[in-house]
């Protein structure tokens, strides 16, 4: 995306780990999982204008690198913040706790977080002890978070209530709260529910399949377990009358403004970063807390998706930003 639409700025696209799925039409480098390449990536690093980390890197990367960026003068390092960054689980094991603390010594380094969620922002400062760091909001970012918008809501054809529930198989999701109220309201065969369940724990997820399917009905639950093609998911989320998340923090934001570029009906839980900045932004949202089966139609969120999170102003933000114009 970022190659197809770029003015006036070239860009290098850095991998770590191996080349496999890579395509030869743009320019990247590969490094390893090595000590060696952490120093190779290190000094290559004084070479470009504006350093932009796509989420923390493998550790021996977070490990090390921040003893290097001392040697840059410029403010030249940004990070994309999806929420893993800044959101840690309880009862993490001694080696966890380590890179922990490695992580946020690699936000510190940081001048500026990539996100449109101000929330995670501070909070990414808190942690990091980073005040300096600058707050860079470039729309979805990822072509995968580009919204869909209103095309989409010519594929609702069903005759069923498609209901999503949660995104992936992390206990965040709080699938088993979302469950069991969709149980007590469970009286009506018209309704049919998929649950995402294609990455995270796996046993998580082989745990929530039966919880479901146990709670729902066997007919009425689909489990989402292979992971789709892009197109074909996003064609699923056009079928999706309601979905319903209960994550804290931030989760699934491009399922999420995808869903509501087509007029879905969103419930998340109020107490996260997620419903904070998209009932900041104008969004009819709902709390997950009061379900109901009841689809309302929202015109004003498809096009309120559009203005925010469309290609358009996607690239008019990422091209400000690479020219150094925002």
């Given amino acids: 995306m970022i190659t197809r639409h770029s003015k006036n700025v070239e860009h290098d696209f850095i991998y770590i780990g191996d080349d496999t799925g890579l395509e030869d039409n743009h320019s990247y480098k590969v490094f390893s999982n090595s000590f060696f390449d952490v120093i190779r990536f290190a000094l290559i690093l004084r070479l470009y204008d504006k350093v932009v980390f796509h989420t923390l890197p493998n550790k021996f990367y977070t490990l090390l690198l921040p003893c290097f960026f001392f040697l840059f003068r410029t403010e030249k390092f940004y990070i994309t913040l999806w929420g893993g960054e800044i959101y840690y689980e309880d009862n993490l094991s001694p080696k966890a706790m380590v890179m922990q603390y490695f992580s946020k010594i690699f936000l510190r380094r940081m001048d500026g977080f990539i996100t449109h969620i101000e929330k995670d922002y501070e909070l990414a400062k808190s942690i990091s002890k980073n005040e300096k760091a600058k707050l860079f ?71 929530i399949s039966l919880y479901a399917i146990d709670k729902l009905g066997g007919s009425n639950v689909e489990i989402l377990a292979e992971f789709m093609e892009p197109s ?45 900045s998209l009932n900041r932004f104008g969004f009819k949202v709902f709390n997950f807390e009061d379900i109901k089966l009841d689809k309302e139609v929202l015109d004003g969120n498809v096009q309120l998706a559009d203005k925010m999170f469309s290609l358009d102003v996607t690239i008019r933000k990422q091209n400000a930003f690479y020219t150094h114009k925002l």
């Fill in 137 to 207: 909001n470039l729309g979805s970012f990822y072509p995968s978070n580009i919204v869909i918008g209103a095309e989409g809501l010519l594929d609702k054809s069903s005759t069923k209530l498609n209901v999503m529930i949660g995104a992936s198989a992390l206990k965040r999701n709080a699938h088993e709260i979302i469950i069991d109220r969709l149980a007590l309201l469970n009286g009506c065969g018209n309704v049919k529910y998929y649950i995402p369940l294609s990455y995270g724990d796996l046993e998580y997820a082989k745990y």
């Fill in 232 to 276: 074909e998911y996003f064609k699923f989320l056009t079928k999706i009358d309601i979905a319903i998340f209960g994550h804290d923090g931030q989760q699934a934001m491009g399922n999420i403004l995808n869903l509501l570029s087509v007029g879905s009906n969103v419930f998340l839980n109020v107490n996260s970063t997620t419903y904070e």
